[in-house]
């Protein structure tokens, strides 16, 4: 599977179409797609170094749920 930007992800979320593609969103939906990226800009990123995969993928879920991270979508996993 490609992967989207993740203001592109967030506009088809806003718009709740999730097939919708990035060229389109680009052409027809600018206006919220430069609202989202500046929000992604905004952001605040933090970075915790975990070696072992299995104890990545658990503390991945487990943050998630903790921070209620609303753009961690597991869907794909």
């Given at each position: 599977?490609?992967?989207?930007?993740?203001?592109?992800w967030?506009?088809?979320?806003?718009?709740?179409?999730?097939?919708?593609?990035?060229?389109?969103?680009?052409?027809?939906?600018?206006?919220?797609?430069?609202?989202?990226?500046?929000?992604?800009?905004?952001?605040?990123?933090r970075?915790?170094?975990?070696?072992?995969?299995?104890?990545?993928?658990?503390?991945?879920?487990?943050?998630?749920?903790?921070?209620?991270?609303?753009?961690?979508?597991?869907?794909?996993?």
């Amino acid at each position: 599977p490609r992967t989207v930007p993740l203001p592109a992800w967030m506009v088809r979320r806003h718009l709740g179409q999730n097939d919708i593609t990035a060229k389109k969103i680009a052409e027809d939906h600018r206006p919220i797609f430069d609202q989202m990226q500046e929000r992604v800009r905004e952001m605040e990123v933090r970075v915790v170094e975990v070696e072992d995969c299995t104890i990545q993928a658990v503390f991945e879920i487990y943050s998630a749920l903790v921070l209620q991270t609303p753009f961690n979508d597991f869907c794909t996993h």
